[in-house]
């Protein structure tokens, strides 16, 4: 399974991006997908997660009620909405597929990251 990350980019405070993860070379329907962050000097750590049917769904603390995960099985993508961005939200962001929650260590494959940079 491949996974390749796209959206990243340079946003104001308070401003909106989407990211995408688009899966390839395999069946990721019934995967867990989720994604992580990992700012410079910092570990990585859990954003977002959504399991296979989209039924369960789980946030950060720090990302709960301004970013969205969803997916498209039919397209076998997985995005994040991400709304309200503040500059702490600055980081890589990967996407990984088949783990379990939030768990980093968990998640057999993953994507190249995406630079998301928050700044005025």
């Known amino acids: 399974v491949q996974l390749q990350a796209s959206g990243g980019g340079l946003v104001q405070p308070g401003g909106s991006l989407r990211l995408s993860c688009a899966a390839s070379g395999g069946t990721v329907r019934s995967y867990n997908m989720g994604w992580f962050r990992q700012a410079p000097g910092k570990e990585r750590e859990f954003v977002a997660a959504?399991?296979?049917?989209?039924?369960?769904?789980w946030y950060a603390d720090s990302v709960k009620g301004r970013l969205t995960i969803s997916r498209d099985n039919a397209k076998s993508t997985v995005y994040l909405q991400m709304n309200s961005l503040k500059p702490e939200d600055t980081a890589v962001y990967s996407c990984?597929?088949?783990?379990?929650?939030?768990?980093?260590?968990?998640?057999?494959?993953w994507g190249q990251g995406t630079q998301v940079t928050v700044s005025s």
């Open positions: 959504i399991t296979g049917s989209g039924g369960t769904i």
């Open positions: 990984a597929a088949d783990g379990i929650g939030r768990t980093w260590g968990d998640y057999k494959y």
